[in-house]
Structure formats: structure tokens, C-alpha cells
């Protein structure tokens, strides 16, 4: 009996490989790591908002809308959370994308205002956290395009035949990838350098 136990527990690993399942696995954990990869670079750029928006403030305090936005959009990718296990829900992957673009444009915007302010561009602390940025939209779009390709590379899997049995069998579906319109949008990092050579506006210096 112990025999026919080994061989039907043989059989079944045989079985289930032939039909994909442990590339099912692998690929569905190449995934979650290329999201965690994803959510640890958004997390770097939302950690450098605090002390660039306080460093613009010491130059332009009364800049207060721009300000507010880039502190309350950062509230808000604070408050959207998506881990491997909900990575399945279009809905979350939609909130998701839109509060980071929210601060995406935030962010584009105080980096606007911050040109009208020569004193500000020459503080040190404001270049160190102006190079992070742009060093950290860098690496967000090279994390989206990593997630996007594994993504791509799990669903086209589990679609195919006998694989997509197995998926169906094991509760495997497709994973929701950033929309085409959105990766159009990040497709080019931001630019956030500053051209000192160009004059401020009256009354702009601090």
C-alpha cells in the first residue's frame, strides 16, 4: 500500500508539472517580487516629499496651493495599500495608479514653481533632495517596467493550454498590468534639473 502511495504521489508531481504548475508558481512569484520592488521606490519617493516640500517652503511659503497638493496627494498614496495577495483586484491597481499620479503631477508642478526662486536652487539641501528625486523617478520606471514584463510574461502563461486548467484548477486568474495610458505618461522619467542661467521673475528672489 505504501508502494502505490509513492507512486500516485509520483504520479501526481509528474502530472502536475507536465501542466504547468510549478511555472505557474514561479512566474507568479516573479510577480510579487517585481511589485515589492514597485512599491519600495514609490515608498522612496513619497519618504523624500516631507523635507522638499519643507525646504521650498523656507524660500516661498506663499506658495501655499502648490504645497498643500504635494502634501495631500502624499497623504492619499499613503492611505492605498496593494500587497501580493490583493495584486488581483483592477479596482486597487486603479486607485493605486491614480494617487501616484496625483503625486506624480504634484510633484512636476512645485518643481515648476520652484524655478521662479534662484536662492532656492542654489540651497545644497534642495540640489541633494533634486538629484534623490530624479535618481527615484529613475528607478520607478525602471521597477513599472520590470512589473509590467512579468506580469505580461504570468498572464500570456496561464492562458495557454493545458495551463490555463491548471490555473483555473488552483484558483490562478490574470493579474491586472498599469494601463497603456499611464505608462505612456512615465515612459520618460521627469525631468527636474533647473536652468540657472535663466533670470527669475521680479520680486521673485527671497
Same mark, same amino acid.
Given at each position: 500500500?505504501?508502494?502505490?502511495?509513492?507512486?500516485?504521489?509520483?504520479?501526481l508531481?509528474?502530472?502536475l508539472?507536465?501542466?504547468?504548475?510549478?511555472a505557474?508558481?514561479?512566474?507568479?512569484?516573479?510577480?510579487?517580487?517585481?511589485?515589492s520592488?514597485?512599491?519600495n521606490q514609490?515608498?522612496r519617493?513619497a519618504d523624500?516629499?516631507p523635507?522638499?516640500?519643507?525646504?521650498?517652503?523656507g524660500?516661498a511659503?506663499?506658495e501655499?496651493?502648490?504645497?498643500?497638493?504635494?502634501?495631500d496627494?502624499r497623504?492619499r498614496?499613503?492611505?492605498i495599500q496593494?500587497?501580493?495577495? #490583493?495584486?488581483?483586484?483592477? %479596482?486597487a491597481?486603479?486607485?493605486f495608479? +491614480?494617487a501616484? !499620479?496625483?503625486?506624480s503631477?504634484?510633484?512636476s508642478?512645485?518643481m515648476a514653481?520652484?524655478?521662479n526662486y534662484?536662492?532656492l536652487?542654489a540651497?545644497?539641501?534642495?540640489?541633494t533632495?533634486?538629484?534623490?528625486?530624479?535618481g527615484t523617478?529613475n528607478?520607478?520606471?525602471?521597477?513599472?517596467n520590470?512589473?509590467?514584463q512579468?506580469?505580461q510574461?504570468?498572464?500570456?502563461?496561464?492562458?495557454?493550454?493545458?495551463?490555463n486548467?491548471t490555473?483555473?484548477?488552483f484558483?490562478?486568474?490574470?493579474?491586472?498590468n498599469?494601463?497603456v495610458?499611464?505608462?505612456?505618461?512615465?515612459? #520618460?522619467?521627469?525631468?527636474? %534639473?533647473?536652468?540657472?542661467?535663466?533670470? +527669475?521673475?521680479? !520680486?521673485?528672489?527671497h
Open positions: 500500500m505504501t508502494i502505490v502511495r509513492v507512486l500516485l504521489v509520483l504520479l508531481v509528474s502530472l508539472s507536465g501542466c504547468g504548475y510549478n505557474i508558481q514561479q512566474k507568479d512569484e516573479a510577480v510579487k517580487a517585481a511589485w520592488e514597485v512599491i514609490y515608498q519617493r523624500l516629499v523635507n522638499l516640500v519643507n525646504t521650498v517652503k524660500y511659503a506663499h501655499e496651493r502648490v504645497l498643500t497638493e504635494v502634501t496627494a497623504a498614496v499613503g492611505q496593494i500587497t501580493p495577495q #490583493t495584486l488581483n483586484d483592477p %479596482q491597481m486603479a486607485r495608479q +491614480a501616484q !499620479g496625483e503625486l503631477g504634484a510633484l508642478r512645485l514653481v520652484s524655478e534662484p536662492n536652487k540651497d545644497s539641501l534642495f540640489q533632495l533634486q538629484a534623490q528625486l530624479e523617478e528607478r520607478i520606471t525602471v521597477a513599472r520590470r512589473y509590467v512579468a506580469v510574461d504570468y498572464n500570456s502563461y496561464i492562458r495557454q493550454f493545458p495551463q486548467l490555473a483555473k484548477m484558483g490562478y486568474s490574470v493579474k491586472p498599469f494601463s495610458a499611464n505608462e505612456a505618461a512615465i515612459s #520618460t522619467a521627469p525631468t527636474v %534639473q533647473f536652468d540657472t542661467s535663466k533670470p +527669475a521673475s521680479a !520680486g521673485s528672489a
